[in-house]
C-alpha cells in the first residue's frame, strides 16, 4: 500500500508556501519589513527557515502567523489533507489516508476550511442587478393548500 505522505516532499512544500507567502520576497510578519536575514533551520524540520527582523528584531519563520503553525502534524501531512479535501473525501477518509487520528483530521479540516474563506476575497456587486419575483410558501414544501388551510376562512369586513 502506498502512504500519500510519502508522495509528498517536505522540501518542496516549504518552497511552495515560501512562494505562496512571499512572492515578493521574506518580509516580517509582525512588522512588515523586508529587511529580513535567514537565522538557521527548525531542530524539527530541517526545510523550515528561521529569519529574524532587522527592522524589530524579532524572530520568526515560515509558519509563522499562518494556519499551519503550532501542530503536531509536519506540513507534508497538512498539504496531503488539503489535497484530499480537494478530491471531496470525507472526514473520516481523510483520517485513514493520512494515518492520523479522525478528531486531528477534522480539526485540521476544520482550519483549512476556516483558512480558505478568511482569505476569499469580499464579493461586490457593481452595475445593474436584476431580480425576478420569487413565490416562497416556508414550511409546506411546495404544497400551498396547507397554507390556506391553515390561515381560515377570511375574516368578516376585511
Request: charged share 30%; with cysteine; net charge negative.
Amino acid at each position: 500500500m502506498v502512504n500519500i505522505q510519502d508522495l509528498f516532499d517536505d522540501a518542496k512544500c516549504y518552497t511552495t508556501i515560501r512562494d505562496m507567502r512571499w512572492p515578493d520576497g521574506v518580509a516580517c510578519p509582525h512588522c512588515s519589513s523586508a529587511s529580513v536575514i535567514k537565522d538557521g533551520r527548525d531542530d524539527t524540520e530541517p526545510h523550515r527557515q528561521r529569519y529574524q527582523c532587522r527592522g524589530c528584531g524579532r524572530r520568526f519563520d515560515d509558519l509563522t502567523d499562518t494556519i499551519f503553525a503550532g501542530h503536531h502534524q509536519p506540513l507534508r501531512t497538512w498539504i496531503a489533507c488539503l489535497y484530499l479535501m480537494g478530491l471531496n473525501l470525507s472526514g473520516l477518509q481523510i483520517a485513514q489516508e493520512l494515518e492520523v487520528n479522525k478528531d486531528d483530521a477534522r480539526a485540521m479540516i476544520r482550519q483549512l476550511r476556516e483558512g480558505i474563506i478568511a482569505r476569499r476575497p469580499p464579493v461586490a456587486l457593481e452595475g445593474e442587478v436584476e431580480c425576478d419575483e420569487v413565490y416562497v410558501v416556508a414550511g409546506h414544501k411546495g404544497h400551498p393548500e396547507a397554507v390556506k388551510k391553515k390561515a381560515g376562512p377570511p375574516a368578516a369586513g376585511a
